[in-house]
Nanobody
Framework: QVQLVESGGGLVQAGGSLRLSCAAS????????MGWYRQAPGNQRELVAV???????HYADSVKGRFTISRDNAKNTVFLQMNSLKPEDTGVYYC???????????????WGQGTQVTVSS
């Protein structure tokens, strides 16, 4: 089994900052891409940022220049630094990881439980 546990959400005023963390644990052989998605009420889940296994980072246009994704491969952890937050950034943020468990050669997609981010105007 593989688990993703997020932390760092909360309530912040517009213009403020938050840092999200997501730690993967369990029967992990390899982690490929790790990323963050978010879902606002009434909306579909959307990609926010992804850190690829090749070292590249990709961002949604709406967060470019404000959010930074990083990862600590030794600790199987991915971070999302969110600056200059806007009310439209409000939503539940989900961590996602493409993992090869140590009991198989197949790649599986795992999700965290989500952490609420609320930005007040």
């Amino acid at each position: 089994q593989v688990q993703l546990v997020e932390s760092g959400g909360g309530l912040v005023q517009a213009g403020g900052s938050l840092r999200l963390s997501c730690a993967a644990s369990g029967s992990i052989r390899i982690i490929n891409d790790m990323g963050w998605y978010r879902q606002a009420p009434g909306n579909q889940r959307e990609l926010v940022a992804v850190s690829t296994s090749g070292g590249g980072n990709h961002y949604a246009d709406s967060v470019k220049g404000r959010f930074t994704i990083s990862r600590d491969n030794a600790k199987n952890t991915v971070f999302l630094q969110m600056n200059s937050l806007k009310p439209e950034d409000t939503g539940v943020y989900y961590c996602n990881a493409e993992v090869v468990p140590d009991y198989t050669a197949l790649t599986y997609n795992y999700w965290g439980q989500g952490t609420q981010v609320t930005v007040s105007s």
